[in-house]
């Protein structure tokens, strides 16, 4: 227990009273915990002492961890007397934003939307901050390291969501589990301002398709596209993350048929919602439908005949027709004409690319899957054509890999696979098939920042994957660290033995250290760890939200601004690096007082 007489300044009214030890009486003294608390004790009708709790910290107005009692009726009251915690993240954290893209904290502001974890659905919702700060922080910070590899930069009274609640980061150890996102996205870069489709383009585009002056057909399509704001199109809308989204699954699960007749796009109920909710946001109206299909399919491996329940979504705009043509999209049997993907669309910004073929993906691209429960087998889709088409399909693929090798995903060389060989009655198609590389840095950075679009299934399996190959990259790490200081201390005179007493770790045994003294081995397999069936049964939450864990936290020094944003959202929190944090200690409030309502008389 330490004191501050009253007399340690004249308007004292009380002493200040501190219960903490040396160590962390040092630490209170890094921050204006202890001004602060010599404030408290100067304050009307303070009662006997002015005290700070072993984990005081500064505040607005008390210190965080201060109490003090206040006699009535000459004692103040103070609907903020505690302040709230200045709880600020490092600039360098980067804060996941809307279509899962992601700037640097220091440069989020008011009208960007953000992305938070909704506590109830257990999913991820669209949020807006309706406040930004940033502090001059001058003391120690928190750099937070987990199982999965990730790292935040954090003051000691920042919340972190953990399995037992939000718990301040001075307070969690390691060993504590973070509510934590494998998905990460792109950063987010201002586009240039250049013309998709203009006025022009729309005139032609309703010519080819048909569509004329009788009846004011013409007019009546221009005039719903100037209400949705679609009349023209530049890269700069914030109509188009949308609008790439829906190309992608469309040209992978959709139809447009020749002249102006509805789009349909097939899939998942769950997944069709998602695309009608999208539409729904650009003002187009749609329908979800089902039937019951039979199917008979002659293919390289014989014929088979099946039964389905076929869930579609049908788009009867003309509008929307008309500026997918505008747009470039095929219309009619795709398997039996030339197409390319636009040209515009290779153009974009690095996000954008990847939301159309994020979408794409969705529909065409495999989903996550380890075949021996370890390693994962290389995504791959097809395009089909018709025999005399099939160098366009090479095109295609060639057009894909083009946008991936832009987003540094690389790919297989584009194979004929006979075994995709399917006889129709327009003629026998012949498939092309892409893969994406899956050695362990490539498919980590393909499921973490490209991914699944419009397909639940996939974009869930692809974060967790992304987190089992953060996980098992860390354990590569260890054992390759394990090994080679094992090597070194064999080389240098050690004993096995003495070798053994020294390194001990959690992913590996005497028998990998003493493999690694005679093997000559380079690269440490991690077939023995949590197989990932098992990992996702263990870490998931839902939507792709797992628990993560730290293993170190350390404290580093710190002279510079902090950040933090206040979410105008009931959960309070967004996602920082990965990992669900707090927002900001502040909420604002609403009365009818005035300004000078509240100034003093």
């Not at 009273?17 to 001004?35: P, V």
């Not at 009546?220 to 993350?241: D, H």
């Amino acid at each position: 227990l330490w004191e501050i007489p009253k007399s340690f300044r004249s308007d004292m009214r009380v002493p200040a009273r501190i219960y903490a030890d040396e160590k962390l009486l040092e630490d209170i003294f890094r921050d204006k915990s202890l001004e602060q608390l010599i404030n408290t004790a100067a304050l009307p009708g303070i009662v006997k002492y002015a005290l700070a709790m072993p984990d005081a910290h500064e505040g607005y107005g008390f210190a965080i961890g201060g109490v003090a009692a206040m006699e009535y009726p000459i004692g103040i009251i103070s609907p903020g007397g505690v302040g709230y915690d200045i709880n600020c993240l490092h600039p360098s954290n980067i804060v996941c934003r809307e279509e899962v893209t992601w700037k640097r904290i220091d440069a989020i502001g008011d009208n960007d939307i953000t992305l938070s974890f909704d506590g109830q659905s257990k999913s991820t919702i669209k949020t807006t901050p309706i406040l930004t700060l940033k502090k001059k922080h001058n003391g120690a910070i928190l750099k937070i390291a987990t199982k999965f590899g990730r790292e935040l930069l954090v003051t000691r009274d920042h919340p972190l969501l953990t399995d037992k609640g939000l718990l301040y980061a001075v307070l969690v150890l390691p060993g504590t589990r973070l509510a934590s996102h494998g998905f990460e996205g792109l950063e987010y870069s201002e586009p240039n301002d250049h013309v998709i489709y203009s006025l022009t383009d729309i005139n032609k585009a309703m010519t080819e398709l048909g569509i004329s002056e009788k009846g004011h057909a013409k007019m009546q399509v221009l005039n719903y596209l100037n209400k949705l704001g679609l009349a023209e199109l530049k890269t700069t809308s914030n109509k188009l993350s949308k609008i790439l989204k829906l190309l992608g699954i469309i040209l992978s699960d959709g139809t447009v048929p020749k002249g102006n007749r509805y789009v349909s796009i097939y899939g998942k109920q769950e997944d069709l919602e998602s695309i009608k909710n999208d539409l729904k946001e650009l003002g187009i109206p749609s329908i979800i439908v089902s039937r019951k299909r039979h199917h008979k399919i002659n293919s390289y491996y014989g014929e088979n005949t099946f039964q389905t329940v076929e869930r579609s979504l049908k788009i009867t705009s003309k509008g929307f027709r008309v500026i997918l043509h505008a747009m470039g999209m095929p219309s009619g049997n795709r398997s039996a004409q030339r197409y390319r993907i636009p040209l515009w669309i290779k153009s974009l910004e690095a996000w954008q690319k990847r939301l159309f073929v994020a979408a794409y993906f969705g529909g065409e691209l495999t989903k996550p899957i380890s075949n021996n429960g370890y390693n994962f087998s290389m995504p791959a889709l097809s395009v089909s054509k018709l025999e005399s088409l099939t160098d366009n399909a090479f095109e295609i693929i060639n057009d894909i890999r083009e946008i991936l090798d832009s987003l540094g995903i690389k790919t297989s060389e584009p194979t004929l696979v006979d075994g995709y060989t399917y006889v129709g009655k327009n003629g026998t198609t012949k498939a092309v098939r892409l893969g994406i590389e899956s050695n362990t840095e490539n498919i980590l950075r393909f499921l973490s920042t490209v991914g699944y679009v419009y397909n639940k299934e996939k974009e869930t399996l692809s974060s967790i994957a992304s987190m089992y190959l953060r996980f098992t990259s860390q354990v590569r790490e260890q054992r390759e660290n394990a090994r080679k200081t094992a090597r070194e201390m064999y080389s240098n005179g050690s004993s096995s033995r003495q070798i053994l007493t020294t390194l001990t770790g959690d992913y590996y045994t005497p028998s990998f250290i003493e493999h690694s003294i005679w093997s000559e081995r380079k690269s440490p397999r991690v077939w023995d760890v949590i197989r990932f069936d098992e990992f996702v049964q263990e870490i998931s939450i839902g939507d792709g939200y797992g628990w993560d864990q730290i293993t170190k936290i350390e404290k580093i020094g710190y002279n510079d601004y902090v950040y933090d944003l206040t979410i105008n959202d009931h959960n309070h929190n967004f996602i920082a690096n990965g990992i669900v944090v707090s927002n900001c200690g502040v909420r604002l409030l609403r009365s009818n007082l005035t300004e000078k309502d509240v100034r003093a008389k």
